[in-house]
């Protein structure tokens, strides 16, 4: 956490507020001042394409004292101490599921890793975001050791605010009520229907919001969304450094003309990949997921920062200088062992029906599946960030049990073995 106070407390970034960290302000100032869900504050209308998770968050941190022009500091010091959290929650996590070595390795790459302190100093939804997410999952690893109802409510309330701030995460829950029927644990196995009161709560709490959404008349709406996140994904090499940055809207004239229609849209990406089929095939089979979990974030200045900062603990601090460049030589390898351990725990449940390894088994599905959603959507490597705990999770135990079978391997006497 001290990292991050620095890094908040000394960043000089090149523009005040970046467009969404407006809009998402604005709305938190609207609500204060003319209980008005719109980020104009001229406007008598309200919006419904921006998702209230994130704002209702600012709103309640804005609240605690007057807006004035320390505000942005305030909520940079909060996403700190929601880091601060964060770390403490992953040590936990992952000391259940496995030892104090990997626990420690897993939260301490969480609370150095650059992505995760740079993240805190922007006011987009990442850091909120993350929290939820953790957080449900130490709900999870809670309610594993105590069948409880006040458990499964929270978890449910908790769900929903995560899918309120990226309603991607809409799934999660289901996924989670289908492991509970599948997994025994300590106790006796639940009865399913009090499970049910994760989705009855989780789909209770949701259901305001998307009644109002639905009877909102908006320009603006999922579905658009949805249908822009598909278009912009299927042009390759969306990347960030030597050569251009791809743009569709400057790239390709025909982008904006067909965006506003579901079958223009695929009509147009179907007759772009059978122009160029084999960049299509490898931008969907490999690049995608590469960009997605790549070092550079796409958007920004490269590295690990979104917008342009002129001026960080990153530039001017000679240890923390040396940890980005660590991180930057780590990425791809705790990526890589992520999901490979991802991938052996998978195929060990569907090969072996195994039984005890359910926040491990929650983990790596959680993964592949924000990794195929942005495979057929757009892979900006901005949208893993709040998955970073995850990965470094999944790595630290890959490299614990890696440890462990070394040392188990060549520890052993050796043992002269009769070749007939």
Same mark, same amino acid.
């Given at each position: ?53 994130? /704002? *209702?968050? !600012?709103?309640?941190? #804005?609240?605690?004292?007057?807006? $004035?022009?320390?505000? =942005? @500091?305030?909520? +940079? ?95 999660? /829950? *289901?996924? !989670?009520?289908?492991? #509970?029927?599948?997994?025994?644990? $300590?106790?006796?196995? =639940? @009865?399913?229907? +009090? ?226």
């Amino acid at each position: 956490m001290v990292t991050r106070l620095s890094f908040v407390s000394t960043m000089t970034p090149a523009v005040s507020m970046g467009s969404d960290a407006y809009k998402y302000t604005m709305i938190a100032i609207n609500l204060i001042n003319r209980f008005q869900y719109h980020y104009d504050p001229a406007s008598d209308k309200s919006i419904s394409w921006i998702y209230p998770g994130y /704002p *209702l968050f !600012l709103t309640a941190v #804005m609240s605690l004292k007057p807006v $004035n022009n320390n505000f =942005v @500091d305030n909520i +940079k010091y909060v996403h700190s101490l929601l880091w601060g959290g964060i770390c403490l929650l992953i040590y936990i996590i992952t000391f259940r599921i496995s030892n104090l070595i990997s626990a420690v390795i897993a939260a301490m790459l969480t609370a150095l890793s650059p992505h995760l302190v740079v993240i805190s100093g922007y006011i987009l939804t990442e850091t909120w975001f993350s929290f939820l997410l953790i957080l449900v999952l130490y709900l999870y690893a809670l309610w594993l050791r105590k069948h409880s109802m006040t458990l499964l409510i929270l978890m449910g309330l908790v769900a929903a605010a995560a899918t309120l701030t990226r309603p991607v995460f809409m799934l999660a /829950p *289901l996924i !989670l009520f289908f492991m #509970m029927g599948f997994f025994k644990t $300590n106790e006796a196995q =639940v @009865d399913r229907r +009090k499970q049910l009161i994760l989705l009855i709560v989780f789909i209770t709490a949701l259901s305001p919001w998307y009644i109002w959404k639905h009877n909102s008349q908006q320009v603006k709406d999922q579905t658009s969304l949805l249908r822009e996140a598909f278009h912009y994904g299927s042009y390759p090499n969306l990347s960030y450094g030597a050569g251009p940055r791809v743009s569709p809207r400057l790239s390709d004239s025909q982008y904006m003309k067909v965006s506003d229609d579901w079958q223009q849209v695929l009509i147009h990406v179907k007759n772009r990949a059978f122009k160029q089929p084999m960049e299509f095939i490898h931008w969907y089979v490999v690049d995608k997921f590469i960009t997605y979990w790549q070092w550079d974030i796409i958007q920004g200045q490269g590295g690990p920062f979104i917008y342009q900062v002129n001026n960080s603990i990153y530039d001017y601090n000679l240890f923390h200088k040396k940890i980005l460049k660590i991180f930057e030589e780590m990425h791809p390898l705790l990526i890589i062992l992520a999901f490979i351990y991802a991938t052996l725990i998978l195929y060990r449940q569907a090969k072996f029906r195994l039984k005890e390894t359910p926040l491990t088994l929650f983990i790596g599905i959680i993964l592949f599946y924000y990794s195929a959603v942005h495979i057929v959507l757009t892979p900006l490597p901005r949208y893993a960030l709040p998955l970073y705990p995850l990965i470094y999770m999944m790595a630290s135990l890959a490299l614990v049990k890696l440890g462990t079978t070394l040392i188990n391997k060549f520890s052993k006497p050796y043992e002269k073995v009769n070749p007939y």
